[in-house]
């Protein structure tokens, strides 16, 4: 009985040994609001694609780790965040002083700052003040919503969806979309929908990066997912990417 509970011992202390050397799997799971093209959005096969998607795809292949994307409405994606419901946010998200508050960044991948976009047949309007007593719309939570809101000239309207306002726009309920210069480039001169029907005017008002967010002071994630974006930036992959989704 004592050789049996001996080999049992040795067993078990081996396996320890074992399972102990080896590499622990790291899987991130990561929100994004797919509604945002070409940053984040779902194709006609239901997956979700883009150039976050594709860089942080990238980044974890270069980093050493899983990811899984998580599509997630952004009136809740915050609060999802905050309540462990993924591992971190990656929905060009705008790194600002408020939100450092709260979260922790990654380094910064792209700067976009926001732009206005108008009906073709608008003329002498180049910044949000040349809107005054009219409507301008932007995505609710976002940093285009916090432009306009700064215009006490003009009245605003928030949407769930980007992509609703660009439809309002078309159609005349309102008078101008505030949002992300790749997003806007998108919408006004590659959706075949609004191709000659919208313009971009005027110059990028702010200058924004965009960074993936998690919890305040996890490192481990956050060290894990910089490492990853660093190299691919470091690379000139995301350069690539840039010129796939951006240009």
Do not use: H
């Not at 780790?65 to 599509?71: A, I």
């Amino acid at each position: 009985m004592r050789k049996i509970l001996i080999g049992i011992v040795i067993l078990c202390v081996a396996f320890a040994a074992y399972a102990g050397g080896q590499k622990e799997s790291s899987k991130i799971v990561i929100a994004t609001d797919a509604t945002f093209p070409p940053m984040e959005m779902v194709d006609q096969n239901k997956n979700i694609v883009g150039f976050d998607i594709d860089l942080m795809n990238a980044a974890a292949k270069a980093g050493g780790f899983e990811v899984e994307f998580k599509n997630t409405a952004w009136d809740g994606i915050f609060a999802g965040l905050e309540g462990s419901k993924y591992d971190a946010i990656m929905s060009s998200v705008t790194i600002t002083d408020d939100r450092k508050a709260k979260y922790d960044f990654s380094i910064p991948y792209v700067n976009a700052g926001q732009i206005l976009v108008v009906r073709t047949e608008t003329t002498g309007v180049e910044k949000l003040s040349d809107l005054a007593g009219k409507t301008v719309a932007a995505q609710i939570g976002t940093t285009g919503a916090m432009e306009i809101d700064k215009v006490k000239e003009v009245k605003m309207k928030v949407y769930d969806e980007i992509g609703l306002a660009f439809e309002d726009l078309a159609m005349g309920r309102v008078d101008g979309v505030v949002v992300d210069n790749p997003v806007a480039a998108d919408y006004a001169l590659q959706k075949e929908d609004y191709k000659g029907k919208l313009k971009i005017v005027g110059q990028n008002f702010t200058t924004e990066f965009y960074g993936v967010v998690v919890r305040k002071g996890d490192a481990k994630t956050l060290d894990l997912i910089n490492k990853g974006l660093k190299a691919v930036i470091d690379s000139g992959e995301a350069k690539k990417l840039e010129a796939k989704w951006l240009k």
